[in-house]
């Protein structure tokens, strides 16, 4: 049926203006670190900074990926062919992976912090690594959910 896809696909608009917000305050937190971050002979000024924003990382990705996991796409993928289904089960297990490295990161810069250490380089290395695995986990649920739709708009025709 040509209304299914449409259906499925369809965010009421107050849920749609939290995930915006989120995607928001998310993009901005990883820019501020990136930059932070790139600016390697001047980190060690800015551990109380490393500090505050992966602390905020942490909980603002908590709050992404209850949100991704309530928007409900990978449930509605469990009615699609089993690969995509496979690959929604595979992508939400990273959410935990990626909390979990999230938490270890935000500890880090804490402990750093607290005794007054000003060579965060490994604070800065850590962060890298997440940034990569983070942006991979991203661009494979938007190639899934591109996938999804058009295999969705395949079948209706
Ligand atoms: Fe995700």
Do not use: C
């Amino acid at each position: 049926m040509a209304q299914t896809p449409q259906k499925r696909f369809t965010v009421n608009a107050a849920f749609f203006q939290e995930i915006k917000e989120d995607h928001q305050q998310l993009h901005d937190i990883m820019d501020q670190l990136r930059r932070l971050v790139d600016n390697k002979p001047a980190l060690g000024n800015h551990v109380a900074d490393l500090a505050n924003l992966t602390e905020a990382l942490r909980d603002q990705l908590a709050f992404h990926f209850a949100l991704e996991e309530a928007y409900g796409y990978f449930e509605d993928a469990i009615g699609m062919a089993p690969w995509i289904h496979e690959k929604a089960g595979a992508l939400r297990d990273q959410h935990g992976e990626l909390f979990t490295q999230a938490q270890d990161l935000a500890e880090l810069a804490a402990d750093y912090l607290q005794r007054g250490d000003d060579d965060p380089a490994e604070v800065g290395e850590r962060f890298v690594e997440f940034d990569r695995a983070f942006s991979e986990h991203e661009s494979a649920e938007v190639a899934l959910i591109l996938n999804a739709m058009t295999q969705d708009v395949g079948a209706a025709d």
